[in-house]
Structures are given as C-alpha cells and as structure tokens.
C-alpha cells in the first residue's frame, strides 16, 4: 500500500502526500511533462484529472493540431488512458461503484477518441468497410450524421459541447471526422456508380449514399471547418 513507500516516510499523512503528488502533477503539466503529469494524477487517485490530460492531448494529435512525431504519441496516450481506466476499476472507488460525474464524461470522452483514432486508421490502412463501419458508430454517437434525420441532433450535440467551451476536445476533432466520412462515402458511391453502369442503370444503393454524403455535407456547411476541407467536401457534393 501507499504506507510502504519512501514517500510515505517522509509524508506519513495520507492527505498530505494526495497534496503533494496533485501539486508536483501541476507541475509537470505546466512544464509539458505529460506522462509524468498524468502518472502522478493517478498515484493522487485524481483519475479524472489524469483522464481529461489524456484526452486534451489525444485529442491534439486526432486533430492535427499536434505533427505525429511530439511526444507523448497518439499510441502511448491512448496506453495511458487504458492504465487509468483499469486503475480506476481496480481502486476501491470504482469496485464500490462509485464513479464520479466528471471522471464518467472524461471516460465517455475517452472512449469517443479511441473510436476517432480507429476511424483515421482504418481510413490511412484504406480499410473501405472499416471505416464505413465506425463512421456509423459515430453517428450513434451524434458527431456526424449519415441520415438526413440525424443532421440536427448531430449540431445540437456539436453547439452543446461548443458552447461555454464545455468541452473543446471532441468538437476540435468533427472537421477530420466529416473529411473522413465524406471521403469514404463518396467512394463507396463510385464503386456502386460504376457497379451499376455496368449493369446498364442506377438501383436503389446509389440513391442510398446520395443521401448519407448529402447529410455529411450538410453537416459540415453548419460547423466551423477550416477552408481546405470545407473546399474538399464542395469537390466531393
């Protein structure tokens, strides 16, 4: 237990050495001391702390707002935040049940990332069918539509985290999701365009994802993208 370590015998008190280890993890962070940063949050038992680090970071690299090579990388925090997630099942908290609400959304948040980096994965492999298939998860999850009837709901979910900077991370990550989905759908219409040329007229699966591009598209005209992909997805309508 925590009683047996050196840090221990220097600070016997409990809530001393939780002060301590949240002040030294401050630091760190501060200092772009990430993995330190977050290692020591967890040792504090500051979970969602060590989570929400996890994720503002995670969610630089998914964005691209981060180039692939600083460190932490994508692959070691998207290790770290399964470390907390099974530290946090294991700790007494967690086995009682007792998760707070912060460190829930910090969770789900997390879980929404992971599904993010599968998708640009399987979209850089060329994995056609993969990444149609975590786009629909996505949509499930309101971040971006294939379904005219998903549209709204999709922006309500994007002004919701948008607005009050309730959370900056998910809503920084949507532009490369829209790409993504669009760019997958549109070739997924070809291949069914040319399928069905060869059979010598349309069928119902290219009015289908007509409608699944249009409601990407119309997604993305109503959200802050940056001019390149808003450019791409007009080349794409």
Known sequence: GAEGTPLARFVPEAAARRDLLLTTAQHCQAKAKYEEAIELYMRAGGHARALELVNQQLGNHLSGHLSASVEPSA?????????VRRDVATSAEGLAGRGDAELAAQEDKFQTLLEVAG?????????????????????????????????????????????????CVVPAVVPRVVLVAARAVHTQLMEWESRERAMGGAGPNTAVLKGQLDAVIAFGSRINLPREISFELAQLA
């Open 119 to 167: 998708l640009l994965q399987a979209a850089t492999e060329g994995n056609l069918a993969e990444t149609l298939r975590l786009v629909r998860g996505l949509q499930d999850r309101r971040l971006v539509p294939l379904e005219h009837s998903q549209v709204q709901a999709c922006l309500e979910e994007y002004q919701r985290r948008v607005t009050g900077r309730a959370d």
């Open 75 to 83: 692959a070691a925090l998207q290790r770290q935040g399964e470390q």
